[in-house]
């Protein structure tokens, strides 16, 4: 068990439909970063929030939002639903501060979002 | 912008050693990363490099040249446990996010 919380585990929802995928952080880290992850396809990554504040943005569809609350829990907002959106979706968190730079990321379980 | 690459595939024998190799351009490079990935399942951390050498951990070592951006994962004693896909990750400090760059992963397949 990474101490990373992701949920649902599974999603399964309509073409044009928003969803909302929840993260919680490992206890004491400041860091999420959101990965979707297409059927055997690499991780591609979305978004970083740090300590509330987004951080860098990587090749998330404007579709797509995400925000990172004062209890440091994330959430990723998924509009308009297509069906190639489809995929694991993966949040990480890394300790806070210089330990982040010599650390890893831990991956939570995921969120299988299937769109029909 | 960066570009990792890795084999898609491998093939290996129980019992045996393989090494899957992994090359990067990147501008912000700050450590290089190793994790294994069950199907459908999370990434689990393996391995970090920062330093040019070989990090050993067990069955599993690490090897980084940064000069030649290029990183090489050696599991030796492979067990069947061991078949999985294995993800080489740059982290990318380019815009001060100590974010995680991917490769594509290797899938590796151990045979008895």
């Known amino acids: 068990d990474s101490g990373v919380t992701q949920t649902p585990k599974h999603l399964i929802t309509a073409t044009g439909q928003r969803v909302t995928l929840r993260c919680s952080p490992r206890?004491?880290?400041?860091?999420v970063y959101w990965y979707q992850q297409s059927l055997d396809q690499g991780l591609q990554f979305l978004i970083h929030?740090?300590?509330?504040?987004?951080?860098a943005k990587g090749n998330i569809l404007e579709r797509f939002s995400a925000q990172q609350f004062p209890d440091l829990h994330s959430e990723l907002n998924l509009s308009s639903l297509e069906l190639g959106d489809s995929a694991l979706y993966f949040c990480?968190?890394?300790?806070?501060?210089?330990?982040?730079?010599?650390?890893?990321?831990?991956f939570g379980q995921g969120t299988r979002l299937t769109v029909v | 912008g960066q570009n990792i690459d890795q084999p898609t595939e491998m093939t290996a024998t129980e019992g045996a050693i393989v090494q899957i190799n992994c090359t990067y351009q990147?501008?912000?490079?700050?450590?290089l990363f190793w994790y294994q990935q069950h199907a459908g399942e999370a990434p689990t951390f393996l391995s970090y490099?920062?330093?040019?050498g070989l990090e050993e951990k067990g069955r599993f070592s690490s090897f980084l040249s940064r000069s030649k951006g290029y990183s090489y994962l050696l599991l030796k004693e492979l067990q069947m446990k061991d078949s999985a896909s294995y993800l080489c990750?740059?982290?990318?400090?380019?815009?001060?996010?100590?974010?995680?760059?991917f490769g594509s992963g290797t899938r590796l397949l151990v045979r008895p």
């Open positions: 990480a968190s890394s300790p806070r501060g210089r330990e982040e730079g010599r650390t890893e990321a831990f």
């Open positions: 206890s004491g880290d400041l860091s």
């Open positions: 929030y740090y300590n509330g504040e987004e951080r």
């Open positions: 990147t501008s912000g490079f700050n450590g």
């Open positions: 490099n920062v330093l040019d």
């Open positions: 990750a740059v982290r990318d400090l380019m815009d001060s996010s100590y974010k995680l760059i």
